[in-house]
């Protein structure tokens, strides 16, 4: 939990190229996220949706919190 898979290229990897980011709705980043756990069976049982959707909103959730790997896109 809270691992975080997603990494911005620095900018001498860049140079002049640009990247587009685009970013899901969370509301639907959650529900999709909540049946992909119900479906795959390496992740733990993820609870009713309202426990998932607490531990989704706080980070904890495999891959880490949705909020910082976007966040972190944007402020690049």
């Known amino acids: ?7 911005v290229p ?3 990897i860049l140079g002049s190229l640009q990247i587009i980011y685009m970013a899901r709705n969370p509301k639907d ?7 992909f756990h ?3 069976k390496i992740h733990q049982d ?3 949706k309202a426990e998932f959707l607490e531990n ?3 980070g904890k959730v495999p891959y880490g919190s949705w909020y910082d790997h976007v966040r972190g896109w944007w402020e690049k």
């Open 29 to 35: 980043v959650v529900i999709s996220y909540y049946y």
């Open 1 to 7: 939990v809270g691992r975080r898979h997603h990494s």
């Open 46 to 48: 993820p609870g009713t």
């Open 38 to 40: 119900r479906m795959a």
């Open 56 to 58: 989704f909103m706080a």
């Open 10 to 12: 620095s900018k001498h």
